[in-house]
């Protein structure tokens, strides 16, 4: 049963950083394409990195150069580290991977940017 837990989210100030952790079981993260979003209240869901099952990522342009997406094969996690972090990055934070042609997702992690 594939299944999903984000964790390390939280309160954080303007320019600090954070490392958001998205726990897989049920399948192999190395055999999937995985995704991280956010939603922000009264916003639509934005996917803000990419990381392949060949391990090549891609990110939103609004996160581009300050958060990396990397992935740990012995403990089956996927990592978001986010520098420099803005008060217009908060929001809850989930990941998501297409599996066997269905798409899973976590409950998310909240994260606040504030001073």
């Known amino acids: 049963q594939v299944h999903l837990r984000e964790s390390g989210g939280g309160l954080v100030q303007p320019g600090g950083s954070l490392r958001l952790s998205c726990a897989a079981s049920?399948?192999?993260?190395?055999?999937?394409?995985m995704r991280w979003h956010r939603q922000a209240p009264g916003k639509q869901r934005e996917s803000v990195a990419n990381i392949t099952s060949g391990g090549s990522a891609d990110y939103a342009d609004s996160v581009k150069g300050r958060f990396t997406v990397s992935r740990d094969w012995r403990t089956n996690t996927v990592y978001l580290q986010m520098d420099n972090l803005k008060p217009e990055d908060t929001a809850k934070y989930y990941c998501?991977?297409?599996?066997?042609?269905?798409?899973?997702w976590g409950q998310g992690t909240q994260v606040i940017v504030s001073s």
């Open positions: 049920g399948f192999s993260i190395g055999r999937a394409s």
């Open positions: 998501s991977v297409r599996y066997a042609t269905r798409d899973y």
